[in-house]
Nanobody
Framework: QVQLVESGGGLVQAGGSLRLSCAAS????????MGWFRRGPGKEREFVAV????????GYADSVKGRFTISRDNAKNTVYLQMNSLKPEDTAVYYC??????????????????WGQGTQVTVSS
């Protein structure tokens, strides 16, 4: 069983920054690709970012490229999402998720088998 716990959400003004963290349980964290998804008001869950097991490859939704950075520290069983230049459109509940993949970097929610509880990010104008 894998447990994922997000933290770091909050209220920030447009143009500001936040760093989300996701702490994972288990002894095989380094074998998983990890992703971030979000669900905004009135929207469906959407892919945000993914990182492969070693951190050697990343992928991002077009809407966040150049602003968000995903990273991981396998020694700490933690994945991060650094969010810069935040926009009101980024307002959402952000979820981290564990993929079945290691080397691959999937962007489809169906490829992820464990999910955190989510952390709220609110960006004001």
């Amino acid at each position: 069983q894998v447990q994922l716990v997000e933290s770091g959400g909050g209220l920030v003004q447009a143009g500001g920054s936040l760093r989300l963290s996701c702490a994972a349980s288990g002894r095989t964290f380094s074998t998983y690709a990890m992703g971030w998804f979000r669900r905004g008001p009135g929207k469906e869950r959407e892919f945000v970012a993914v990182i492969t097991q070693s951190g050697g490859s990343t992928g991002y939704a077009d809407s966040v490229k150049g602003r968000f950075t995903i990273s991981r520290d396998n020694a700490k069983n933690t994945v991060y999402l650094q969010m810069n230049s935040l926009k009101p459109e980024d307002t959402a509940v952000y979820y981290c998720a564990k993929s079945r993949a290691g080397l691959l970097a999937p962007n489809q929610a169906r490829e992820y088998d464990y999910w955190g509880q989510g952390t709220q990010v609110t960006v004001s104008s």
